[in-house]
């Protein structure tokens, strides 16, 4: 068998139970305590800027270090829950991105290693039908219908 696998590890039925029971457990912990925002509300409320970040941090270090200046129209105990969640959530986003990145590169390289071998297999099936091996012609032509046909050459379609 030719070395064409780019990835030698694979997720175990035991892993994939695993991960999934993690993944529902989040989705547990998190049932009534995130929104969904519509388009527009997303499109409303946005992400403060990193300038705007800044303002916040400012003012909460004001809050902290001169609480006598804090204004009696700010519930200052909402603020914090808010900054602390901010925090939190802005934490979780982060790791929850890597994650995702590796669980995505980890499918490509399974994509490509999967590729790789329907083009070795379609290979060896159409030199069995060329040689006029019983059944491999049928086989050949459904695997053809993937393929662009050229005068010089047979690549895989790009679709």
């Given at each position: 068998?030719?070395?064409?696998?780019?990835?030698q590890?694979q997720?175990t039925?035991?892993?994939?139970?695993?991960?999934?029971?993690a993944l529902?457990s989040?989705?547990t912990?998190?049932?009534?305590?995130?929104?969904?925002?519509?388009?527009?509300e997303?499109?409303?409320?946005?992400?403060?800027?990193?300038?705007?970040?800044?303002?916040?941090?400012?003012?909460n270090?004001y809050?902290?270090?001169?609480?006598?200046?804090?204004s009696?129209q700010?519930?200052?105990?909402?603020?914090?829950?808010?900054?602390?969640?901010r925090?939190?959530?802005?934490?979780?986003l982060?790791?929850?991105?890597?994650?995702a990145?590796?669980?995505?590169?980890?499918?490509?390289?399974?994509?490509?290693?999967?590729?790789?071998?329907?083009?070795t297999?379609?290979?060896?099936v159409?030199?069995?039908?060329?040689?006029?091996?019983?059944?491999?012609?049928?086989?050949?032509?459904?695997?053809?219908?993937?393929?662009?046909?050229?005068a010089t050459?047979?690549?895989?379609?790009?679709?």
């Amino acid at each position: 068998m030719p070395l064409k696998d780019l990835l030698q590890s694979q997720l175990t039925p035991a892993n994939i139970t695993a991960i999934g029971a993690a993944l529902a457990s989040i989705e547990t912990a998190l049932t009534g305590k995130t929104v969904n925002l519509t388009p527009e509300e997303r499109q409303k409320y946005g992400s403060i800027n990193e300038q705007n970040k800044l303002l916040v941090s400012k003012v909460n270090d004001y809050r902290q270090s001169q609480p006598q200046f804090n204004s009696p129209q700010v519930d200052w105990t909402e603020f914090q829950n808010d900054l602390a969640a901010r925090s939190s959530l802005d934490s979780f986003l982060n790791r929850l991105a890597s994650i995702a990145e590796q669980i995505s590169d980890t499918k490509i390289l399974h994509d490509n290693d999967n590729y790789q071998q329907s083009l070795t297999q379609y290979s060896y099936v159409s030199y069995m039908a060329n040689e006029n091996v019983p059944g491999t012609t049928t086989i050949k032509d459904d695997l053809g219908q993937f393929f662009n046909r050229t005068a010089t050459e047979t690549t895989p379609a790009t679709k």
